[in-house]
């Protein structure tokens, strides 16, 4: 991978990202493409029809628009897709991220995963300088696992699992909440991950994108999942924070975290420092609104200057928060575009 070393400063270097609205953005969610060897009925139609691969960023781009950001206070970078680790030679990346962890301004690279690939990745991910992942798991059953991913073997997710824990990786399940699909397996999944170690983190669907899954009956608000879990658990405040959404309590009885993302029925707006990269270049300033803007041509015809100046418009435009309604008057998605776009 052509690496340039060293880069020059950017104009604005050390100026923080900050929106109208006084909120500083810290967290670079970066979909490193939109492929994925699952078709998750929440996240994806059955038949996606993907990008061109001529159309997504290279590597060095990428890496570009991140120090840029870094540059400007960014601490966190999280790697998402798609599936980030079916792009091929995607540990290069990785690797070139992971020198910002030392000395470069950047406090955590980490990713989410679907799991599939990281049987083979888990070591190279923790030598970098990953030290935290997110796998997204729905389901422990394997027929279910199967009907849910369209495709994915549930085998090879928990050898994935396995490695990332051999490696020294601190997990965290992601699993979207789903009313009469997986709902009768969240506490047995609260109780498999607190039992090794990981943490679970229950998240509620979103309408985006065209998918095989009727959402108005398949939504389940995690306000009211809390409430029915605080009858029979004792769910105890923590300060616990990871830089994202997801709001934290300790399982006293687990001795394990749940976390809770609620985009419908409590949304985290007023707190957003997140911004997302597509594989594309196109910087979505909110996961529930279209405002974007155009690294990959900022930074092709305008060099560092214009991937600089495209940074302050996107902190213009950057909305106060989303517009999600699930309900019998709302049920056609939101948003034309698919989860797997913008990576979560």
């Known amino acids: 991978m052509t690496h340039l070393s060293p880069r020059p ?21 970066i979909s490193v493409t939109d492929r ?32 840029a950001f870094i540059a400007r206070g960014v601490t966190k970078l999280r790697l998402t897709g798609g599936e980030p680790l079916v792009r091929r030679d995607i540990m290069e990346l990785v690797a070139s991220l992971g ?12 990713l989410t995963s679907n799991g599939s690939q990281l049987a083979r990745h888990a ?15 729905d389901t422990l059953d394997a027929d279910r696992f199967a009907a849910i991913t369209r495709r ?9 699992i396995d490695a990332a824990r051999s490696a020294g990786l ?25 039992a090794r170690g990981m943490g679970l983190t229950l998240i509620e669907g979103m309408p985006l994108g065209e998918v ?11 306000r009211e999942l809390h409430d029915r879990l605080a009858e029979r658990y004792t769910l105890e405040r923590t300060d616990k924070r990871t830089g994202g959404p997801a709001r934290y309590v300790r399982v006293a009885e687990t001795g394990g975290i749940l976390g809770f993302i609620t985009p419908m029925s409590h949304n985290f707006c007023e707190s957003c420092n997140r911004v997302r990269l597509t594989a594309t270049g196109q910087l979505f300033l909110c996961l529930g609104q279209e405002n974007q803007v155009n690294l990959r041509d900022a930074l092709r015809e305008g060099g ?33 575009r698919h989860m797997s776009v913008t990576g979560g």
């Open 36 to 67: 994925c060897d699952f078709r998750c009925v929440y996240c994806m139609a059955e038949n996606m029809t993907f990008l061109p691969k001529r159309e997504v960023l290279s590597f060095e781009e990428i890496e570009t628009i991140a120090e």
């Open 99 to 110: 020198r910002q962890l030392r000395g470069g301004g950047l406090e955590e690279l980490t």
């Open 304 to 336: 560092l200057d214009g991937l600089d100046a495209a940074l302050d418009q996107a902190m213009i435009l950057k909305p106060k928060g989303h517009d999600f309604v699930i309900d019998r008057q709302h049920a056609e998605p939101a948003l034309a």
């Open 9 to 29: 400063a950017l104009p604005s270097a050390g100026r923080p990202l900050a929106d109208r609205y006084g909120r500083h953005v810290t967290y670079l969610r």
């Open 123 to 137: 070591e190279a991910l923790a030598a970098a300088g990953v030290r935290r992942i997110n796998v997204s798991l």
């Open 170 to 194: 601190e997990i965290k399940i992601n699993m979207v909440a789903m009313r009469a699909v997986n709902e009768d397996e969240i506490e047995p999944m609260m109780a498999w991950a607190h």
């Open 152 to 160: 994915g073997r549930i085998a090879d997710v928990m050898a994935g």
């Open 212 to 222: 095989g899954i009727d959402r108005v009956d398949s939504y389940l608000s995690l």
